[in-house]
């Protein structure tokens, strides 16, 4: 068995630079959404933004969290895992309402990027994480790249989303071209 709190140990680093880029553009988000607050929303941009912007604030959530909890002091690998795991399996079923939640919007059309970035990948970051659990007492070492590689895959659909969603409000909503 390898020294659990050196495996750890060793990850320090990572999760102080990835947690932190995570809570600066969850604070990020809010600015953003303050600031197009002004504009008008229907029912149908309400519902557009459960399924495009919320999700981004959640993976970023996930990414802060995920970093909060593999820098605690830690005796062992056994407890985190099951944390992790549950953090993976919650993703899954939060893949599932994402999905649901662009199918039932009628603000935008999402084409196969969308798709790409709001659901399969975040689904397979989340399976990656939920997976590593299982695997965590077999693999110690090697389940803390796939834990590591789904923070930074949620951090990454995040970034992506996020931009996405802004350069949609600021070259299409307001300067008033159709929406596609």
Do not use: C
């Not at 939920?130 to 389940?143: I, K, L, N, P, W």
Request: glycine share 8%; proline share 3%; charged share 10%.
């Amino acid at each position: 068995m390898i020294n659990e709190v050196t495996l750890l140990h060793g990850w320090e680093s990572f999760y102080v630079i990835v947690g932190s880029s995570a809570g600066a553009l969850i604070g990020l988000q809010f600015v953003v959404i303050t600031l197009i607050a002004e504009m008008p929303l229907s029912r149908s941009d309400a519902q557009a933004g459960e399924a495009f912007a919320t999700p981004s604030v959640v993976h970023f959530g996930v990414v802060l969290l995920l970093s909060a909890v593999l820098s605690a002091p830690w005796q062992g690998m056994g407890k985190v895992a099951i944390l992790w795991g549950l953090v993976g399996h919650g993703g899954i079923v939060y893949s599932f309402i994402v999905t649901r939640r662009m199918r039932k919007q009628t603000a935008y059309k999402p084409v196969l990027e969308d798709w790409l970035f709001h659901v399969l990948l975040p689904l397979v970051a989340y399976a990656m994480l939920a997976a590593s659990a299982y695997a965590a007492h077999s693999y110690e070492r090697g389940v803390l790249f796939f834990v590591a590689a789904s923070a930074l895959l949620l951090l990454f659909i995040g970034i992506h989303n996020a931009w996405d969603a802004v350069t949609y409000h600021v070259f299409v909503r307001r300067r008033g071209k159709p929406k596609s």
